[in-house]
């Protein structure tokens, strides 16, 4: 599907200025809108301290416009740059997305590094859905987690790019509440995580503020001619369900995304705090199989492959 951006507003003016308006609430044209989610995305780095200049900075990419909205921006303000994808196994999607990728980070003289599956995990994720009655992002999510940060490591950065919007946060915050998994919560955030530890890269997510509609209608503006086609199991997840409950709502409501978020950051100190108060109860330790971080004998990564034929 490629979006087509229409202005309803009567006289179709941008706010700032005289041009055609392309963009709604605000009203703005190209120009203007482009600068606006670059300054967006510029300032939340700044204003949460994300990035410095020394930080040597992996990206978590795909090859979706989440993904190469962040690529694009934040190459334009720190060049210390390396770009990790992971290549699942999804036959007739990920192979496309992929490619786009390697175009993009070719023009723009990135260095981009691909995992797949296939030779860390020992199957495609098609492969292991093929023989296992399991929810394929369950799946996929533990698989991907763990890879991403495995070889962020191995790259020698400081900081993951994760390429999460304000819809994905919104999202996550709502499932939480609805399956009472709060301490889940208190990982989430601009920086994730809550004690640091040298398993872990610390993950940050400058497209925080950034809703899907406006990064669709940033990537199309910028002429990148990107399809939005979602992974094929995203039907069938949870998360689907509850992004399909918040666009429905955000129709009556259009500050909705934004105040969850919103509110959900007033709580998350608390959150933290609570968590950290018995972290005694919550032990890292180190997989006996590949010595990643975990919170048990063995990680779940590992866990799935002893597990699954």
Same mark, same amino acid.
């Given at each position: 599907m490629i979006i087509k951006i229409k202005c309803k507003n009567s006289d179709n003016k941008c706010c700032k200025c005289n041009e055609k308006a392309v963009f709604t609430s605000p009203n703005l044209c190209k120009e203007h809108f482009i600068n606006s989610i670059e300054c967006k995305v510029s300032q939340t780095i700044d204003k949460y301290n /994300?990035? %410095?200049?020394?930080?040597? =900075?992996v990206i978590a990419a795909s090859g979706g416009k989440d993904s190469l909205t962040l690529l694009h921006i934040v190459h334009?303000?720190?060049?210390?740059?390396i770009v990790l994808a992971v290549d699942e196994g999804i036959r007739g999607y990920r192979e496309h997305t992929l490619k786009r990728l390697k175009e993009f980070c070719k023009e723009r003289d990135i260095q981009l590094r691909i995992y797949s599956y296939k030779d860390e995990m020992g199957k495609t994720l098609?492969?292991?859905l093929s023989k296992n009655k399991i929810m394929p992002c369950t799946l996929c999510g533990t698989f991907r987690r763990y890879l991403i940060n495995k070889y962020a490591k191995k790259l020698d950065g400081t900081k993951? /790019?994760?390429?999460h919007n304000l819809d994905d946060e919104a999202q996550a915050f709502l499932m939480n509440l609805f399956t009472s998994q709060l301490k889940l919560s208190a990982r989430q955030g601009l920086k994730t995580g809550i004690i640091s530890n040298e398993g872990f890269i610390p993950r940050i997510k400058p497209l925080y503020f950034c809703s899907e509609r406006e990064i669709k209608?940033?990537?199309? /503006?910028?002429?990148?001619? =990107?399809?939005?086609?979602?992974c094929p199991h995203a039907t069938d997840s949870f998360r689907g369900y509850m992004r399909d409950i918040l666009n429905e709502y955000s129709i009556i409501n259009k500050t909705a995304k934004i105040n969850l978020v919103n509110n959900f950051l007033k709580i998350l100190p608390k959150l933290k705090e609570n968590i950290e108060k018995n972290i005694k109860s919550y032990p890292?330790? %180190?997989?006996k199989n590949c010595g990643e971080p975990c919170s048990t004998e063995t990680c779940s990564a590992c866990s799935f492959q002893k597990a699954l034929v």
């Open positions: /994300l990035i %410095s200049k020394d930080d040597k =900075l334009k303000i720190h060049k210390d740059i098609d492969e292991y993951l /790019l994760t390429g209608a940033y990537t199309f /503006l910028k002429g990148w001619n =990107l399809t939005f086609d979602e890292i330790l %180190s997989c």
